[in-house]
């Protein structure tokens, strides 16, 4: 739908889609030579007869380490290398995550661990980095990935530090348990992001309004809520489920906000897991 509506944009050579790093390259020349793209997997071209994605690549080790060596370093206090070691989340399992209707599908892969602290070890000595970010949407996706890079990363950017975004929690298969985290910390790991800290709020001490005067109820469905705010997705299917909904039902009916439901497959499914969604 997006591929239809955009390509007929004035002005726009074509569209790409999916993993096409192997072709970049040709691409760009090709694009610049005013030569046919068509027949490269992933772009798409106005009057084609059929817009095919890339398929995932499935050796991602044999992708070249980025070159940052023309980007404006000096422009900037400090300097970050973004890293990804895989692609695609380990679950796949999440119906609401738009994940699975990406180019790549709900399909993960992931970077051998040598080569990936190849590259840290490569960008910190060319760059002379020491700040990383991990880009995965988890990054204990792979826990093959998550305890090398605890072993291997301080030797391979001694004296740096690296962000990433995981999942926190002990449940198996992916879990990463109190211990683990703090090991992680040993190794370089400053923080971990949720994504919130991309935002900010302009703070206003002396608002012209007076906070007893402020209604900030909602009509939602015929219900009032004391404030535009809902707990959703929440979804079901086992006993920690069960419990965490109930908290959170509380919560939300002792502060008058509302709650939702996300994917109810489980109870489709198995219509005794019904009682963890009520």
Not at 28 to 49: K, N, Q, R, T
Not at 101 to 120: C, H, Q
Not at 141 to 147: C, I, R, V
Not at 238 to 254: C, F, G, V, W
Request: aromatic residues 8%; contains cysteine; charged residues 20%.
């Amino acid at each position: 739908e997006v591929i239809e509506e955009w390509i007929g944009i004035d002005g726009l050579t074509a569209l790409v889609g999916g993993e096409v790093e192997p072709d970049l390259v040709h691409i760009v020349h090709a694009a610049a030579a005013g030569e046919s793209l068509h027949e490269i997997p992933g772009v798409f071209v106005l009057g084609a007869p059929a817009y095919v994605p890339a398929p995932p690549l499935r050796d991602l080790d044999a992708l070249p380490f980025a070159d940052y060596s023309d980007f404006p370093w000096e422009r900037y206090s400090n300097r970050i290398i973004p890293l990804i070691s895989g692609r695609g989340c380990g679950w796949g399992a999440c119906t609401f995550c738009s994940d699975v209707t990406s180019t790549a599908g709900r399909t993960f892969r992931s970077r051998s661990p040598d080569n990936v602290l190849a590259e840290i070890r490569h960008e910190s000595q060319r760059h002379d980095a020491k700040l990383f970010v991990f880009t995965d949407l988890k990054l204990n996706s792979s826990l093959a990935m998550w305890e090398a890079l605890i072993r291997g990363f301080p030797s391979a950017a001694p004296g740096a530090r690296w962000v990433a975004s995981v999942h926190v929690g002990a449940t198996a298969p992916n879990g990463l348990s109190r211990a683990e985290l703090q090991a992680a910390r040993a190794a370089g790991l400053v923080r971990l992001t949720t994504g919130l800290e991309h935002y900010r709020f302009l703070h206003r001490a002396l608002p012209e309004i007076n906070l007893a005067d402020v209604d900030a109820s909602s009509l939602l469905f015929g219900k009032t809520l004391r404030a535009p705010i809902i707990i959703s997705s929440m979804t079901g299917g086992t006993d920690l489920a069960y419990r965490i909904n109930q908290n959170l039902a509380e919560a939300a009916q002792a502060n008058g906000i509302g709650m939702g439901l996300g994917s109810q497959r489980a109870a489709i499914k198995d219509p005794k897991l019904t009682y963890s969604y009520q």
